[in-house]
T-cell receptor, first 114, second 115 residues
Framework: GAGVSQSPRYKVAKRGQDVALRCDPISGHVSLFWYQQALGQGPEFLTY????????KSGLPSDRFFAERPEGSVSTLKIQRTQQEDSAVYLC????????????FGDGTRLSIL | DQQVKQNSPSLSVQEGRISILNCDYTNSMFDYFLWYKKYPAEGPTFLIS?????DKNEDGRFTVFLNKSAKHLSLHIVPSQPGDSAVYFCAASVFVNSGNTPLVFGKGTRLSVIA
């Protein structure tokens, strides 16, 4: 497809389970970002990749959050031992190359932790 | 502390009139500003942007104004249409040569255009 694709669209997990969220960026886009959007808030930065290199992970809220992009294309955000406060929409965005805006967003994964 | 603030959670405008959405920022390092539009259950869609070297950028019905001294920007939509009803996010970033920097978002303003 032409846009950023995220899967699953919805994920329900019990507290303590591990989850994995997938992002397919726009083909050829070098930069990839993950954001977390809580209800009633704007998206907040989690982490940034340039190709396969994770250049900034300052926004990850705890060491339970882990992201990878091993071949510089698809990215996975993993959350271990989920907690209720992890419930949010997780957005992925990509842009063609470094220094270029705007970022193009996927439709997100809505994560609900019971 | 919020670096990007949208102080109006909601705005109602009649169809055909002008919509003005406001945004303030505190970080003087920000030099690139964007507006995104978001429909329910969809991701944010880029609308319009402005660099700090400009004070106005126009694209069809949408115009963004930047007042650097006041650290304020606004989005004008004229004429407003029912399809413009959505949540609008203001975002800011700092340009660096070595790569991208993340966007810092406000909390959004929900615009309702009434027919």
């Amino acid at each position: 497809g032409a846009g950023v694709s995220q899967s699953p669209r919805y994920k329900v997990a019990k507290r303590g389970q591990d989850v994995a969220l997938r992002c397919d960026p726009i083909s050829g886009h070098v930069s990839l970002f993950w954001y977390q959007q809580a209800l009633g808030q704007g998206p907040e930065f989690l982490t940034y990749f340039q190709n396969e290199a994770q250049l900034d992970k300052s926004g990850l809220p705890s060491d339970r959050f882990f992201a990878e992009r091993p071949e510089g294309s698809v990215s996975t955000l993993k959350i271990q031992r989920t907690q209720q406060e992890d419930s949010a929409v997780y957005l992925c965005a990509s842009s063609p190359r470094q220094g270029v805006q705007p970022q193009h967003f996927g439709d997100g994964t809505r994560l609900s932790i019971l | 502390d919020q670096q990007v603030k949208q102080n109006s959670p909601s705005l109602s405008v009649q169809e055909g009139r002008i919509s003005i959405l406001n945004c303030d920022y505190t970080n003087s390092m920000f030099d690139y500003f964007l507006w995104y539009k978001k429909y329910p259950a969809e991701g944010p869609t880029f609308l319009i942007s402005i660099s700090s070297i400009k004070d106005k950028n126009e694209d069809g019905r949408f115009t963004v104004f930047l007042n650097k001294s006041a650290k304020h920007l606004s989005l004008h939509i004229v004429p407003s249409q029912p399809g413009d009803s959505a949540v609008y996010f203001c975002a800011a970033s700092v340009f660096v040569n070595s790569g991208n920097t993340p966007l810092v978002f406000g909390k959004g303003t929900r615009l309702s255009v009434i027919a």
